[in-house]
């Protein structure tokens, strides 16, 4: 079964750094694409950052380019989400989903881990 | 970017009843369209993917169809355990974009 699950969310005021986590099991980690996906409060979901299977290839939104950067283990089964420069506006819980195969759909979700920017 | 609109935004029904959840695409996605389904302080669940195809463990009830940029959910037969809000997102062309949502509540 495959499961991730995230951690590394707390309170952090504007301007400030945080980094989160999302440990993978129950697949081959390694062979497959990961992203981070949000939702802010009430709101809907917002795709953030997706990283290639071998970590080598990159993607982010317009919203969070320059601020974020993510990237992986293999060896350890782990994906990242380093956010620097935090916003209110990036107040939200940060989902990490994996991927399938060449197919960019979110096939499986973490339950997410919260993430408030206020001072 | 290509924008995901869904309508209606609240969708009332019956149990029992069919439910058609519609979702359009600015700009043609082929048929790389996911649908997912949330319950309260719940993640994402995959529902649909390439338009048409169920994802493992979704009853039959459910169906996908359309392609380009028009796309519609259908659940044939409401159960209490559908009642949820259901998502559309475009894989044809980054930045991947998902739809405002639908929220299926009991009539």
């Known amino acids: 079964e495959v499961q991730l699950l995230e951690s590394g969310g707390g309170l952090v005021q504007p301007g400030g750094s945080l980094r989160l986590y999302c440990a993978a099991s129950?697949?081959?980690?390694?062979?497959?694409?990961m992203s981070w996906v949000r939702q802010a409060p009430g709101k809907g979901l917002e795709w953030v950052s997706r990283?290639?299977?071998?970590?080598?290839?990159?993607d982010f939104a317009d919203s969070v380019k320059g601020r974020f950067t993510i990237s992986r283990d293999n060896s350890k089964n782990t994906l990242f989400l380093q956010m620097n420069s935090l916003r209110a506006e990036d107040t939200a819980l940060y989902f990490c989903?994996?991927?399938?195969?060449?197919?960019?759909?979110?096939?499986?979700w973490g339950q997410g881990t919260l993430v408030t920017v206020s001072s | 970017e290509i924008v995901m609109t869904q309508s209606p935004a609240t969708l009332s029904v019956s149990p029992g009843e069919r439910a058609s959840l519609s979702c359009r695409a600015s700009?043609?996605?082929?048929?790389?369209l996911a649908w997912y389904q949330q319950k309260p302080g719940q993640a994402p669940r995959l529902v649909i993917y390439g338009a048409s195809t169920r994802a493992t463990g979704i009853p039959a009830r459910f169906s996908g169809s359309g392609s380009g940029t028009e796309f519609t959910l259908t659940i044939s037969s409401l159960q209490s355990e559908d009642f949820a809000v259901y998502f559309c997102?475009?894989?044809?062309?980054?930045?991947?974009?998902f739809g405002g949502g639908t929220k299926v509540e009991i009539k």
């Open positions: 997102q475009q894989y044809s062309t980054w930045p991947l974009t």
């Open positions: 700009l043609s996605v082929s048929s790389n």
């Open positions: 990283i290639s299977a071998s970590g080598y290839s990159t």
């Open positions: 989903a994996k991927h399938s195969g060449v197919s960019y759909y979110f096939q499986s």
């Open positions: 129950g697949f081959t980690f390694s062979t497959e694409a």
